[in-house]
């Protein structure tokens, strides 16, 4: 017995799942009509074979068996209604399975390339409080999901006009075999609304499950390297073979159900084809009907059942297409875009003027990050910020290139506010290298360019700044050299040089480093800071520092301490007053040789 809430669940989700067929139908208005045109011509022409069926029952096999002849005329004629119906019917389905097909792939790509911009626009802050595979799942599964039921909708509508005129038909040829006949009717309604409501919380559940398999099977494929040399293998697999199970279990309760589903829907129409034909029998024994009426009818009973099949398909699709659709509007809906002015940053030749003003961040609001932080880097100065782990250097990078916008305070560049920039000006003046670099599966050149219009000698420049022109010109292609999915063909010190020239190459005025020479040995380390030092008078530098040769290349140092600027000043001078600077790049110092013995 299915309870009251269970049925308001399911009216509910029907109700959402016509909104969102009605939310294509509007987009797609033209390619809905052709699909639809389609299915009602595949309709009236099924119908029509009923109509070919009885009259060539009663004017050419009845004749036939009482004459013992069959005139080629009718027999052309037979032949050429059958061929004409099937030709029609074939077109009928054509334009059917075509219009839904177009209409299904463009919403499809509609919301995908709806989706994949809203990721754009939101803030990394959105981005690090949900997990990589649920943002896959959404852009891939959520969305088909969600215009799943568009395949079978033109059918649907068709077939509703075929139970029509169906129904109409039969009453026309015998009222008493129609009604004995349309007795199944209310049965096979019962068993679609029954099947509904058992199988729709099954699939809603099953949907929710694929997208967290997809979640995990991310995760751990991202985290591979971890996952490999803690042997964790088992571990990872298991995790994923339990959620790979209860999504198998979901499906096989929900396969259970459709099995006993569909026999049932088969078998009533045959139940009633047997009873009017039982019926028909002693009406056509007792002259009240004819012998093609009843064959008319029994075959019309037959496809009547096909109707409510083609709508039990449609409303199948309804509980995951609800779940897939609120999943992808979730994405589309969600706050926190990062709002843009008209103000652009001043075409100059040199460095830019970074000015930080009472900056203040905190990923949870009970624990502050940064507090009130403020300093100002003057143009082609290069300052170095020094703090132990978690003091707030990375957060600081990412606030510097507006990868999150602060809770108070403001960053301005040549006076500008970050905030007042127009969308891309940040770019066009401002590099980021974080300490993670991250290459794609393309070529050295790809790799640098980012699909940009870059001379190869501008590349090679960009290349030699960063000390990654000898292993560039080593590898067997150069710069066509393709280099595996996250650069995995290079070292960790090789793939940050690589990240190092991609940003060169766009001659930043405000160039940021996020500890992005810590995978390369001192010595080359030397060489491209001093390299970025040397053409630094149109680039300003700001560089998160350990080493205490990166450090004393600075002009200034900025020490933070607990989310704030502790202490200012050149490394000599904090070295000479500041006893906690001093341990913490001692300790530092320490630190790296204990790690090179």
Do not use: C
């Not at 794609?440 to 360019?449: K, L, P, Q, S, Y």
Request: hydrophobic content about 50%; cysteine-free; aromatic content about 6%.
């Amino acid at each position: 017995m299915v309870s009251d809430e269970g049925a308001t669940l399911q009216g509910t989700t029907t109700r959402e799942g016509f909104a969102v067929l009605g939310h294509a139908i509007r987009r797609e208005p033209g390619i809905f009509v052709l699909s639809t045109l389609g299915s009602v011509l595949f309709a009236v022409l099924t119908v029509a074979d009923a109509w070919v069926l009885g009259w060539s029952t009663d004017n050419v096999v009845i004749p036939a068996f009482e004459t013992g002849e069959i005139g080629t005329g009718l027999l052309w004629t037979v032949l050429a209604l059958f061929l004409g119906v099937a030709i029609l019917r074939a077109v009928g389905i054509v334009a059917r399975r075509l219009g839904a097909g177009i209409m299904q792939y463009r919403m499809q790509a509609h919301t995908r390339r709806a989706v994949t911009r809203q990721y754009l626009t939101l803030p990394m802050e959105w981005h690090q409080r949900h997990p990589t595979g649920q943002l896959l799942s959404n852009a891939y599964s959520d969305v088909e999901a969600a215009w799943g039921p568009i395949a079978p909708l033109p059918m649907a509508l068709g077939t509703v006009v075929m139970m029509v005129i169906a129904v109409i038909q039969m009453l026309l040829a015998d009222v008493v075999l129609a009604v004995v006949g349309l007795l199944v009717f209310p049965a096979v309604v019962i068993a679609n609304l029954a099947y509904q409501r058992l199988a729709s919380p099954l699939m809603t559940h099953a949907q929710g499950l694929r997208a967290e398999v997809s979640e995990i099977a991310h995760e751990s494929f991202d985290g591979a390297m971890v996952v490999k040399t803690l042997g964790r293998e088992s571990e990872e697999t298991a995790r994923f073979a339990h959620k790979a199970e209860m999504l198998r279990d979901v499906n096989i309760r929900a396969g259970r159900i459709r099995a006993a589903f569909d026999p049932t829907l088969a078998s009533l129409p045959n139940v009633g084809v047997l009873v009017v034909l039982a019926v028909g029998v002693s009406r056509v024994t007792s002259g009240a009907t004819d012998a093609g009426d009843v064959v008319t009818v029994a075959y019309l009973l037959t496809i009547v059942s096909f109707p409510i099949r083609a709508i039990g398909w449609l409303l199948g699709e309804f509980p995951r297409s609800v779940v897939g659709f609120r999943r992808t509007q979730a994405v589309l809906a969600a706050t926190g875009s990062m709002e843009y002015g008209a103000a652009r940053i001043p075409a100059l030749e040199s460095g830019a003027h970074l000015a930080v003003e009472g900056l203040h961040y905190a990923y949870d609001p009970a624990a502050p990050l940064l507090k009130g932080v403020s300093f100002d880097v003057a143009p082609g100065r290069t300052v170095a910020l020094v703090g132990a782990t978690a003091s707030g250097k990375s957060t600081l990078t990412s606030l510097l290139t507006r990868l999150v916008d602060p809770d108070a305070g403001r960053i301005a560049i040549d006076g500008a506010d970050l905030r007042d920039l127009e969308r891309g000006a940040l770019a066009g003046s401002v590099a980021l290298v974080p300490q993670t670099a991250f290459l794609f599966d393309d070529t050295v050149r790809g790799n640098v360019t980012l699909g940009a219009d870059i001379p190869d000698e501008e590349v090679w420049a960009a290349l030699r700044a960063a000390q990654a022109d000898g292993f560039v010109a080593a590898l067997g292609d150069g710069l066509s050299t393709r280099l595996g999915e996250r650069g995995t063909s290079l070292s960790g010190g090789q793939r940050q040089r690589i990240s190092l020239a991609r940003a060169l190459v766009r001659r930043p005025r405000l160039l940021i480093l996020d500890d992005a020479t810590s995978a390369v040995d001192p010595e080359v380390e030397a060489r491209i800071l001093a390299s970025l030092r040397a053409g630094s008078t149109d680039t300003t530098l700001v560089v998160v520092a350990y080493r205490k040769a990166t450090i004393g290349l600075a002009d200034e140092v900025i020490h933070l301490e607990n989310g704030a600027v502790a202490d200012r000043g050149t490394h000599t001078e904090l070295l000479g007053r500041s006893r906690a600077y001093a341990r913490l790049v001692n300790a530092y110092e320490q630190a790296a040789h204990e790690e090179s013995l």
